[in-house]
T-cell receptor, first 114, second 113 residues
């Protein structure tokens, strides 16, 4: 049981380049989400999904796209990277049952946009 | 909207000192409350949680009590160790709609031997 995995661990992009951050979980969790972590600001929700085929926007969705074709995978796409997207990105998952509110986080992807 | 306010860090303590990290929240309804810990270079791990008023969450010597009257969830530990050095995040989970976590800005704890 690997939990939540993320790749890559670190990436450098030039402004305007595109890339996909990968996230996978093997716990059969329905709910998955992406957060970004910036200094002094805690974590902010980018997008989330309550199941395969269902996604929705979080607090800071601009510049990011997501899709959820399987229960296991929830990739985050940057179509045209900007320096403001330099951050650490965390993927998380949880079940959607009542009182099952603990979210499990991946190790993070550190992204630098030049 | 929902929000979480934490005391600013860094908090620097000597080993075996008493720790308090303050956390207050604003939310509609009755959220669940969490403390997450992030060790250097790692992701976030759940430290403890409380799902209703007056509940006390505890783990690894850390405790926090859900105080509805003061909208607080302060983290405490009686005797810190060097290995407790990390960043601590207070968070709440709304029970409607997104069920996402709203985080505080984090408090860095440094414990000196």
């Amino acid at each position: 049981n690997a939990g939540v995995t993320q790749t890559p661990k670190f990436q450098v992009l030039k402004t305007g380049q595109s890339m996909t951050l990968q996230c996978a979980q093997d716990m059969n969790h329905e709910y998955m989400s992406w957060y970004r972590q910036d200094p002094g600001m805690g974590l902010r929700l980018i997008h989330y999904s309550v199941g395969a085929g269902i996604t929705d926007q979080g607090e800071v969705p601009n510049g990011y796209n997501v899709s959820r074709s399987t229960t296991e995978d929830f990739p985050l796409r940057l179509l045209s990277a900007a320096p403001s997207q330099t951050s650490v990105y965390f993927c998380a998952s949880r079940t959607t049952g009542t009182n099952q509110e603990t979210q499990y986080f991946g190790p993070g992807t550190r992204l630098l946009v030049l | 909207g929902d929000s979480v306010t934490q005391m600013e860090g860094p908090v620097t303590l000597s080993e075996e000192a008493f720790l308090t990290i303050n956390c207050t929240y604003t939310a509609t309804g009755y959220p669940s409350l969490f403390w997450y810990v992030q060790y250097p270079g790692e992701g976030l791990q759940l430290l403890l949680k409380a799902t209703k008023a007056d509940d006390k969450g505890s783990n690894k010597g850390f405790e926090a009590t859900y105080r509805k009257e003061t909208t607080s969830f302060h983290l405490e530990k009686g005797s810190v160790q060097v290995s407790d050095s990390a960043v601590y995040f207070c968070a709440l989970s709304d029970r409607t709609g997104r069920r996402a976590l709203t985080f505080g800005s984090g408090t860095r704890l440094q414990v000196q031997p």
